[in-house]
């Protein structure tokens, strides 16, 4: 998926192996930072549940974690940034949060013991 986003901005990017920075060609560099600003704007709402649900599994430092204790974190993380960020919430219940994580899963974003 975001190699498919990055192809529609290929015109603004610049590749060098694994790295993706902002074209900085001449008089066009700016035009370049300001196309990018405008889909990071949006593109950071296409990824904000998928975010939240990393953030809470990092907060934990690397100690096992139970998804209901993740799944308690998410919902903390949600209620501070809800002034900051207006998304489409599908983590309004615990079953759609374990669809988002199924999905994380699925494309090896993360792995988890389906027993805790």
Do not use: C
């Not at 603004?12 to 902002?22: A, G, S, W, Y």
């Not at 209620?79 to 219940?93: N, P, Q």
């Amino acid at each position: 998926m975001i190699e498919k986003v990055l192809g529609y901005l290929n015109d603004h990017l610049d590749r060098r192996r694994d790295i993706v920075e902002p074209k900085n060609t001449g008089n066009n560099g700016e035009k370049h930072l300001l196309m990018l600003a405008y889909y990071r704007n949006n593109l950071s709402h296409v990824f904000a549940q998928e975010a939240f649900i990393a953030l809470s599994i990092l907060s934990t430092e690397g100690k096992l974690s139970t998804i209901d204790y993740i799944w308690e974190k998410v919902k903390y993380l949600k209620m501070l940034l809800s002034e900051e960020f207006i998304v489409r919430d599908k983590l309004k219940s615990f079953e759609e949060f374990k669809n988002v994580v199924r999905f994380m899963e699925e494309r090896n974003f993360l792995h988890y013991n389906k027993d805790t």
